[in-house]
């Protein structure tokens, strides 16, 4: 795993009640850009030092930012059908 500030670090859980946990990467301490990171958390106002597992990987905000763009457009097509089944 590689990533450069700027980049996100997304945690994937298991089980529908838990989303995915999304931080910025906002320092990269080698180098080469393996772990750990420093890490922004979305979902607190805190700043960890990461070393990712297997549930993690790296994006870009360019592949971050499609990544939600389909999940939008996904959710609007449940929506539709979901609104055709109550008309």
Excluded at 12 to 35: H, T, W
Excluded at 46 to 73: I, M, S
């Amino acid at each position: 795993m590689r990533a450069k500030t700027g980049d996100w670090l997304v945690i994937e859980r298991s089980g529908a009640d838990k989303p995915a946990r999304r931080g910025l990467v906002v320092g990269v301490r080698r180098e080469d850009g393996g772990p750990p990171y420093v890490v922004h958390w979305l979902d607190s106002v805190h700043e960890t030092l990461v070393y990712p597992g297997p549930d993690a990987h790296v994006v870009t905000a360019r592949e971050l930012a499609d990544l939600d763009t389909r999940a939008a457009e996904r959710a609007r097509a449940v929506q539709a059908v979901i609104g055709a089944g109550n008309q």
